[in-house]
């Protein structure tokens, strides 16, 4: 098993920088991808960003720019540094995780998740 336990989210006004983390424990693998996900109130979960073990990174087109995903391999651990915030990136942000390598933006590729982490942007 994994788990993964997001932090660094909070409150924050528009234009702020936040940076989230996601740590993975219990069972880990040499070729993985990581991803952050995010759910606003009465919307659908969204892909956000995706790190795979070799470094390769994906962003969604409404964060490209102002959010970059980084991550430490060594640490198993996974950053999102999200900068020019708006109040439209208020949501819960939760990291994922697969065993294999691929930059996917669907929910179902994953086999791992956090509980999440809420990021609430004042305007």
């Known amino acids: 098993q994994v788990q993964l336990v997001e932090s660094g989210g909070g409150l924050v006004q528009a234009g702020g920088s936040l940076r989230l983390s996601c740590a993975a424990s219990?069972?880990?693998?040499?070729?993985?991808?990581m991803a952050w996900f995010r759910q606003a109130p009465g919307k659908e979960r969204e892909f956000v960003a995706a790190?795979?073990?070799?470094?390769?990174?994906s962003h969604a087109d409404s964060v490209r720019g102002r959010f970059s995903i980084s991550g430490d391999n060594a640490k198993n651990t996974v950053y999102l540094q999200m900068n020019r915030l708006k109040s439209d990136d208020t949501a819960v942000y939760y990291c994922a995780t697969v065993p294999k390598s691929g930059l996917m933006t669907d929910e179902a590729s994953y086999d791992y998740w956090g509980q999440g982490t809420q990021v609430t942007v004042s305007s």
């Open positions: 219990g069972r880990t693998f040499s070729r993985y991808t």
């Open positions: 790190y795979t073990w070799a470094g390769f990174t």
